[in-house]
């Protein structure tokens, strides 16, 4: 779609959204034709939209934001627990321990002291190397924004004053939901005793603290991994739902969040087997490690746009089964057109200046096709 195309979309959705009814709502159930028809339409939607490509793209951007993404989130975690940045260091190991193959483990603890380190001194200090690694890792937010754009068939028209507040407020809250989710996988006695003990120990309910402790723990050992899915959903949902040029009813357990985080699941499973069972007889050693390790991270970013697609298709149905005229384009009406004046004048004057190169070198182009046509003829 050129971008003269999603200039004119973006402008009729705004004037659409202005002039038509507003009980013009989807509908909030969907038959199982409509269903199959928006699954089966976001599959090849995807397939159009080159979304293996879009997704290498991602997974680059995901590499570049993956350092500053981690430093802030052991920013964020020092803050928090700024009284005991030894706890934040042996609870991030302890992770490590649990998690990662032993024949990987030195690797990944060497980063976590190298992290830790990072992001030792004062509050100041890390408060603004909290938000540096933010501002570094809204980078795949960004991207993530303008893809979202082209599945909607819109440009940005945000200003990029707000655009940008918008994706690192984004990047903020998918850090705080990776900090929950990892302090859920590795929630035991001591992070309790840690972050709870000092309160307690004020109120004096240190004995209600020892209960709780005792009889909590066993139960969030089954609990903490559907509490897990349920944070990644969320996560998902808010990428989709606010990164977008789009204005659309915020639906956090979106059915393409969850079909994402599911895929995630599955190859976030598949890589830990590789890496548990098989990278130990690879021939390429710890490159094979890493290049298992981009692949996957890839196909995390397949399923990431695949579910937007998802989500996109779902609402075409809803209006379609509303009456709504959704057949070539989603009925939906942008966030912003502050810049979309400004982009198509831009557009315009480009269109312009190629007319005029055009027109004012093709008589030249001309004139020495004849001159030399005719030195041709005299040297016959």
Not at 53 to 81: E, G, H, N, Q, W
Not at 101 to 117: D, F, G, H, I, K
Request: charged share 15%; hydrophobic share 50%.
């Amino acid at each position: 779609m050129s971008i003269h195309h999603k200039l004119e979309r973006t402008i009729a959705a705004e004037q659409r959204a202005l002039n038509d009814p507003q009980d013009r709502q989807p509908a909030k159930r969907l038959p199982g034709a409509a269903f199959k028809y928006a699954m089966i339409r976001a599959i090849k939607q995807f397939t159009v939209d080159k979304g293996t490509d879009r997704a290498a793209i991602l997974t680059y951007f995901a590499v570049l934001s993956l350092a500053p993404l981690l430093l802030a989130v052991f920013s964020i975690m020092t803050l928090f627990l700024a009284s005991a940045a030894d706890q934040v260091e042996n609870f991030a190991q302890d992770l490590v321990t649990q998690t990662v193959p032993s024949e990987y483990q030195e690797l990944a603890l060497n980063l976590v002291t190298t992290m830790t380190q990072s992001v030792s001194g004062g509050v100041i200090a890390l408060i603004i190397g909290a938000v540096v690694a933010l501002w570094s890792a809204s980078k795949y937010v960004q991207a993530f924004a303008r893809n979202i754009n082209d599945i909607y068939g819109v440009v940005e028209g945000r200003s990029k004053v707000k655009f940008y507040l918008t994706t690192l407020l984004i990047t903020l809250i998918m850090v705080v939901t990776v900090v929950a989710a990892l302090i859920s996988l590795a929630l035991n006695k001591t992070i309790i005793d840690t972050v709870f003990a000092p309160i307690a120990q004020a109120l004096g309910a240190q004995e209600v603290l020892t209960t709780f402790t005792e009889s909590f723990l066993p139960v969030w050992d089954w609990v903490k991994y559907p509490v897990v899915l349920l944070l990644l959903i969320l996560m998902l949902g808010v990428l989709y739902h606010f990164s977008g040029n789009v204005e659309r009813k915020f639906k956090p357990l979106s059915i393409g969040a969850i079909v994402a985080v599911l895929g995630i699941v599955l190859a976030g499973v598949a890589m830990i087997i590789y890496l548990t069972y098989f990278a130990s007889y690879s021939s390429y050693g710890a490159i094979g490690a890493l290049m298992a390790i981009l692949f996957v991270i890839w196909i995390f970013n397949i399923v990431i746009l695949l579910g937007a697609e998802i989500d996109v298709e779902i609402l075409r149905a809803r209006q379609l089964v509303a009456g709504i005229p959704a057949e070539e384009q989603v009925q939906i009406r942008p966030r912003s057109v502050s810049t979309v004046e400004k982009q198509t004048e831009k557009h315009v004057a480009s269109v312009d200046d190629g007319k005029v190169l055009r027109r004012s070198l093709s008589v030249v182009h001309r004139q020495d096709s004849q001159d030399h046509e005719t030195n041709n003829e005299r040297h016959e």
